[in-house]
């Protein structure tokens, strides 16, 4: 359809990677929100994103780990392009062991027996690559063997807030938080709370901001997709958007210039701002 000049999305990095193709051929420019997998860099010149690759995510989570001195790590993943791209990211860079790395399908119904083994193998940090169903099941059963190391989720942990007395204490990689004090942020939290009456969070801040700079883009270059595109590549320090989520500009990859990636913990059902891993 000439009609559509820009598309924003997509959520998820195996819908993103799939449709990244469609776009290239069809000479489309596309921003996506929260895909993170490592398999979208450079995938096309028509495909940019607003959210940091895990190939960097994972360097973060895995320095803010080793600043809290821990020195042996499990993994558990999801076993997709985001769950595989974010944990060999994490496992390349942590400094200390790796006592175990293992796959888990997203719809987990029983963790009893990774908690139990890691019981045995005494790991100071389980990082959990994954989203709110397999996460909250992890946590669920680390609370109901008294299992208290330290855990660990990335930007896909966002909905684990949903159980508050489970997501207590967990740290969580996420490029936005409602307790973000900057003006823009605040404001942004506010408008949404009185229209939708309730919390923004990550995912929401990404949509969000994808939708104003693609907006911007067509008020400054006009309704034509080679100059949208050109548009986004050509944005620099000057020019970058300024968004909820930190300011934007892109590589010749597509990937944002700068990371907004931070780390949180859990408290109260919000995500605390607790460093950012450098």
Request: without cysteine; glycine residues 10%.
């Given at each position: 359809n000439p009609a559509v000049v820009g598309v924003v999305g997509h959520v998820t990095s195996g819908a993103m990677v799939a449709a990244a193709k469609v776009y290239d051929a069809g000479t489309l420019p596309a921003l996506a929100t929260s895909a993170t997998s490592p398999d979208l860099t450079g995938i096309s010149p028509w495909v940019f994103r607003v959210v940091p690759s895990d190939s960097s995510n994972?360097?973060?989570?895995?320095?803010?780990?080793?600043?809290?001195?821990?020195?042996?790590a499990a993994i558990l993943y999801e076993n997709d392009a985001y769950g595989r791209g974010l944990a060999e990211s994490f496992r390349h860079s942590f400094p200390g062991e790796i006592v175990s790395m293992d796959p888990i399908s997203a719809d987990i119904a029983d963790a009893e027996p990774y908690i139990?083994?890691?019981?045995?193998?005494?790991?100071?940090?389980?990082?959990?690559v994954g989203t709110q169903n397999s996460g909250l099941t992890v946590l669920r059963e680390a609370h109901r063997e008294g299992f208290g190391v330290d855990f660990v989720g990335g930007d896909g942990w966002t909905g684990i807030v949903t159980d508050t007395v489970t997501s207590e204490g967990a740290y969580v990689g996420t490029v936005f938080t409602v307790e973000d004090p900057r003006p823009e942020v605040q404001r942004f939290v506010?408008?949404?709370q009185q229209r939708y009456h309730e919390v923004p969070d990550a995912y929401a801040a990404l949509g969000y901001d994808?939708?104003?700079?693609?907006?911007?883009?067509?008020?400054?270059?006009?309704?034509d997709r080679a100059a949208i595109r050109a548009y986004l590549a050509s944005l620099d320090e000057a020019t970058e958007f300024h968004g909820v989520t930190g300011p934007l500009r892109f590589g010749t990859d597509g990937d944002p210039a700068s990371s907004s990636y931070r780390m949180t913990r859990v408290h109260r059902g919000t995500?605390?701002?607790?460093?950012?891993?450098?």
């Open positions: 994972g360097i973060t989570i895995a320095r803010f780990a080793a600043a809290r001195g821990k020195k042996r139990a083994y890691y019981k045995t193998r005494s790991p100071d940090i389980v990082f959990v506010s408008d949404f994808a939708a104003r700079l693609l907006a911007r883009a067509i008020r400054q270059a006009g309704p995500f605390d701002l607790v460093g950012d891993g450098r």
